[in-house]
């Protein structure tokens, strides 16, 4: 049972939560644009397989990312414990700004918790991850988790942690047509535990 | 298929006046999308032009011109650049070729290889020719090639429903706001409810004279404040100066005069003033709307002399109020009293000179916008009818038949005018021409019939209009004012459901693009071979269904760091391809184990695993696992393994035979259990028992199936003879040679051996010092050889072509090694010396080296 990376996507991108959906087998990606301190960025967000034998090949899609948001799902502590791994791989694979943004899945199944709020966020804490807990399926959260992402991508941008010119920054930069504001749209990839 | 063949593939895609002067097939297009995408660079010239075509092809290599579609289309005009620079981490291999046509840009990459000087020889050929030319190239022929809507474009230039060009990778932000915008006002009538707002429209030209009366009998004198005012007066000043310079002191008089005289119930605040010479118009607003009042522009337009000095033109105000745009206009159109045409063409000037600039925004003209007032002098007369009958009729308040003579009314109904424009009822006496001070007609010798000269005009939807008046008793110019008081319903945003609405647009304009995503079905993800047994071919088909709306381009791609994207004993046709909306593409998964995969799967290198990533363009990656169990074979085995192995290999378990493999470098004879494999043995002495006089033996190949029969018999062990004819078994004989994890000669000896091939002496030095297990082998096929050859007469065997046949097999060339591109005549050269090499051993006597041991 996977700890609901896909839902949380669909959920960003469609507004709904997809109880049924298929086992990603791959890497799949949706995109929004949306709106940090009033300029349009587009966010392509990759969702990636989460089991194990599929980690080999997974590993290629962290590069250039300018963000990861790494799931476990709050009522296994199996996924939970599958973190530290799996936050050494993106570290290991991204850049040094990569922004990195845990979700505790699932907090709609509070009397199914496996794994409490403030050991999880104790553990986000020490490693300097972004945290909140988060249900795809009444969306709570969702919407706030990959904005404070998207938020924190900008942000990096503007204080030139992130540089633009590099290849693998995970960020384009679109000329503006005549009398738009700019668009720069980052790329988010969505990791797993589970 | 070779670069003439693809050449001439490519050629067929022009016309044969265009002539393809150099191509590229490796290109990589990178700029603008950063997408790798593989295209092929064309030149194409025409006469004395030529331009860079980009072309994406469904197959590679191209089959037929069909497969082929132009994508981009760069003329090497004047403003076409190109700049090439390497890839600083692989400067020898890899090449970026930036090109720049009309401010266009576009990078490739391009893998180094002898054509692509041929192709940008020809590219800067191309650039010094065109700039040696004195004028810029038309590029006539390439108008066919631009801007096409059919499939050609496709891949490159999306289209959403909508119409909207839309690509994939490169976020269309801009276009999607366009869109944003064209879809909510569809949906305007959602999120705005409107209010109604009065609104005063005045005019009066004021020949020439200072507000020395008081204004209220004509600002003030409805039951209710308006919310707007909009005030406009001609003639404020006819001096010279103000005509030259556009400088007087009666604008503030006349402005302060309106702030002076507007409704004292309410407050209002100046929205804008604008003036042009003696034109002038004044917009106010209540102060409790002007929070609301967005976007505030005016311009002036000059008709007068030469169609441009400001005695004449009109004056103009737009706004915002809340999400109703309005244009107010003043205006004062040419006098003279047959001059109604002239009036018409300053009406069409100020519609079409003004413009109102608004940063970041298109220029507005007076008809962009929602609601329009137009007031002034606009100087229309009463021609036809004589002066006397005029005041007559005009005096007694019977206006309608002279009305039907006023010009304005008669050039308006034709369209000529103000088309589009309301008037109300005029139910008012002719605005001039009066004695100033006084209400008498004019009484100067020019006895002019009087004329509503001054009038106002509206357009827009839901204006109502409450009175329409002249204000006689403001008597100190010779016109009267004018004044209009309309009900205009405008539109307000209830901020709460535009948020709803915006939000449903957005989330359907994403999940639009989410959709466009391309999207297919894979049949399935898992392909299990089963059990794969050496050189039997297995072949797995998956389908692939495009079920997006639009053509999909799939490839398998490579994982990170790896060479190619799948296992070596795994063939994947085809490997890339485009396919159509709804259509499918079988892909066949083929599985072989041959010599060079075998040992790796024993020695537990590799296995029958592989995740393959089918990447679609502009889309998800979907990895399909392969799955087999591996039949483990004593073809593949190193020699060293096989002489330890005391029962048929299937016997032996498969962790066992990897130690084996692994250590085979200690692999010592007196522990060992034969001196050469049994495998060798057996299909040697079958072929000594049977074959040695079977005509064209070692020549005429086996059967396939014999040989896996064959394959078998040794793998399994049996008791029943081997199957199959002599040749089968000769055939697999070699085979098994061929296929030991090392060669029976170890490569590293291979070029001594190479160097000693003329001197028997030092080839028996050599053959003295081979591993053991390998000098037994080779001694031991030497010897069984020598003894064929006797048999030549039967078998047809002479010792030139077994020395060759066996020399390429002793003497294997090390497929690891990355080889130096060999000509042709230097591999007959080393072919020749591994045969003298082995001829030695099938011609002399070498039996002191057998009795050696
Ligand atoms: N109750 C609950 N179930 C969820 C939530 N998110 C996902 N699921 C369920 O968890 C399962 C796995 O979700 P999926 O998105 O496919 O996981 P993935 O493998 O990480 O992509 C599905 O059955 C979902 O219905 C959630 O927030 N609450
Ligand atoms: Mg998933």
Redesign the pocket.
């Known amino acids: 049972?996977?700890?609901?990376?896909?839902?949380?996507?669909?959920?960003f991108t469609d507004k709904k939560?997809?109880?049924?959906?298929?086992?990603?087998i791959g890497v799949e990606f949706g995109t929004r644009i949306i709106e940090v301190a009033g300029q349009k960025i587009k966010l392509q967000i990759w969702?990636t397989?989460?089991?194990e034998r599929f980690r080999a090949v997974t590993r290629s899609y962290y590069r250039g990312a300018a963000g990861a948001l790494m799931?476990y799902?709050i009522?296994r502590r199996s996924t939970y414990n599958h973190l530290s791994s799996w936050l050494t791989d993106t570290r290991n694979l991204t850049n040094p700004s990569t922004v990195i943004f845990l979700i505790g899945?699932?907090?709609?199944?509070d009397a199914q918790r496996d794994v409490t709020y403030e050991e999880a966020k104790q553990f986000a804490d020490e490693n300097g991850l972004m945290f909140v807990e988060?249900?795809?399926?009444?969306g709570?959260n969702v919407e706030e988790a990959f904005l404070e992402t998207a938020k924190k991508i900008y942000q990096s941008i503007q204080d030139g942690r992130l540089d633009l010119n590099a290849a693998e920054s995970g960020v384009q930069h679109k000329p503006a047509s005549p009398g738009r504001p700019l668009a720069a749209p980052p790329a988010a990839r969505?990791n797993?535990a589970? | 298929m070779n670069h003439d063949e693809i050449k001439s593939v490519v050629q067929e895609k022009f016309l044969s006046s265009e002539r393809v002067t150099a191509f590229l097939c490796d290109a990589k297009v990178l700029h603008p999308d950063w997408v790798k995408k593989d295209r092929l660079l064309a030149i194409v010239e025409f006469g004395d032009e030529k331009a860079v075509f980009c072309l994406f092809t469904s197959c590679y290599p191209p089959k037929s011109f069909t497969d082929l579609s132009i994508e981009i289309v760069l003329p090497i005009d004047k403003s076409f650049k190109c700049e090439i620079d390497n890839k600083p981490s692989d400067p020898e291999a890899i090449l970026y070729l930036n090109l720049q046509s009309r401010n266009n840009k576009y990078k490739f990459e391009i893998q180094m290889t002898p054509r692509v000087d041929n192709f940008v020889d020809d590219l800067f050929r191309g650039i010094e020719a065109v700039n040696n030319v004195p004028t810029q190239p038309e590029f006539v022929w390439l108008k066919k090639y631009h801007g096409r809507n059919d499939n050609d474009i496709l891949t490159h230039t999306m289209v959403l429903p909508g119409g909207v060009p839309h690509t994939q990778s490169s976020a269309p932000v801009a276009i999607r706001e366009s869109l944003i915008k064209h879809k909510m006002s569809d949906k305007e009538y959602e999120y705005t409810f409107t209010k109604r707002f009065t609104i005063f429209c005045g005019t009066w030209n004021v020949n020439d004279k200072s507000p020395v009366i008081p204004l209220k009998g004509w600002l003030s004198i409805d039951k209710e404040p308006p919310d707007i005012y909009a005030v406009g007066f001609q003639e404020l000043d006819l001096s010279k100066e103000t005509f030259l310079f556009d400088q007087t002191m009666r604008e503030d008089e006349w402005y302060n005069a309106v702030i002076n005289y507007v409704d004292k119930r309410a407050k209002y605040v100046k929205v804008e003033k604008v003036r042009l010479v003696g034109m002038m118009l004044i917009i106010l607003i209540k102060e409790k709307h002007f929070s609301h009042v967005r976007n505030v522009v005016c311009d002036t337009v000059g008709t007068g002399i030469m169609g441009k000095m400001g005695n004449k033109g009109g004056v103009s105000i737009r706004f915002d109020l809340h999400s109703t745009s309005l244009c107010f206009v003043n205006s004062h159109l040419a006098a003279h009293v047959e001059e109604y045409e002239r009036r018409n063409q300053d009406f069409r000037d100020i519609c079409n000179r003004t413009r109102f600039i608004q940063p970041n925004q298109l220029p507005k003209g007076i008809k962009d916008h929602d609601h329009i007032y137009w007031l002034g002098d606009l100087n229309y007369r009463i021609t036809e009818l004589d002066p006397t009958t005029v005041k007559k009729l005009v005096n007694n308040n019977d206006f309608g038949p002279v009305l039907e003579w006023d010009q304005l009314k008669q050039q308006h109904k034709c369209n000529n005018v103000f088309a589009g424009y309301i008037e109300g009822d005029i139910m008012f006496k002719p605005t001039y021409k009066y004695d100033p001070g006084t209400d008498n007609w004019d009484s100067s010798e020019k006895n002019r019939a009087p004329a509503w000269c001054d009038r106002i005009f509206w357009k827009g939807d839901k204006i109502v209009q409450l009175a329409y008046r002249s204000h006689p008793s403001l008597n100190i110019s010779d016109h009267k004012p004018v004044s209009a008081i309309f009900n205009s319903a405008i539109k307000i945003i209830d901020e709460e459901k535009y948020r709803k609405v915006y939000e449903e647009v957005i989330k359907q304009l994403d999940k639009m693009e989410n959709e466009l995503i391309p999207q297919v079905k894979v049949d399935r993800t898992e392909i299990d071979f089963g059990t794969v047994q050496y050189l039997e071919l297995q072949v797995r088909t998956i389908t692939i269904t495009n079920i997006g709306k639009l053509p999909v381009e799939f490839e398998f791609i490579k994982k990170l760091d790896e060479a190619s994207f799948c296992k070596e004993w795994l063939i994947v046709e085809p490997y890339k391809k485009c396919i159509c909306a709804e259509e499918t593409c079988e892909i066949q998964l083929k599985v072989l184990i041959n010599k060079t995969s075998a040992c790796k799967m024993n020695a537990g290198t590799d296995k029958l695993y592989d995740i393959l990533v089918l990447h679609l363009y502009g889309g998800k990656d979907i990895f399909i696992t392969i799955n087999g169990t591996y039949q483990r074979s004593s073809f593949g085995c190193s020699i060293e393994v096989l002489v330890n192995l005391n029962m048929p290999i299937k016997e032996v378990p498969v962790g066992k035979l990897i130690e084996l493999e692994n250590k085979r470098d200690q692999c010592v004879s007196n522990q060992s259990t034969y001196s050469i494999p049994k495998e060798i043995w057996f299909l040697v002495d079958h072929i000594y028992l049977h074959g040695l006089k079977e005509p064209n033996l070692f020549e005429q190949p086996g059967f396939h199936s014999e040989i896996l029969q064959i394959r078998d018999w040794l793998d399994n062990g049996s008791v029943d003879p081997i199957p199959g004819s002599i040749h089968s078994v000769a055939e697999a004989l070699l085979l098994l040679l061929e296929s030991t994890a090392d060669p029976i000669i170890p490569y590293n000896l291979q070029s001594v051996c190479l160097r000693a091939s003329a001197n028997y002496l030092q080839c028996k030095q050599i053959v003295m010092e081979l591993p053991e297990f390998r000098k037994n082998v080779f001694l031991y096929l030497c010897e069984f050889l020598q003894e064929a050859l006797q048999h030549s007469a039967e078998n047809g065997l002479d010792s030139k072509t077994l020395s060759t046949l066996f020399g390429a097999i002793f003497l294997r060339d090390n497929p690891n090694q990355i080889q130096e591109p060999q000509s042709r005549i230097n591999k007959q050269v080393i072919d020749k010396k591994k045969a003298q090499f082995v001829y030695h051993f099938l011609v002399n006597d070498h039996s002191d080296l057998i009795f050696s041991r």
């Open positions: 049972m996977g700890v609901g990376k896909s839902c949380l996507l669909h959920q939560f997809m109880a049924d959906c298929p086992h990603t969702d397989a989460g089991q799931v799902d009522t899945n699932k907090s709609d199944l988060a249900s795809a399926k009444t709570q969505d797993c589970c």
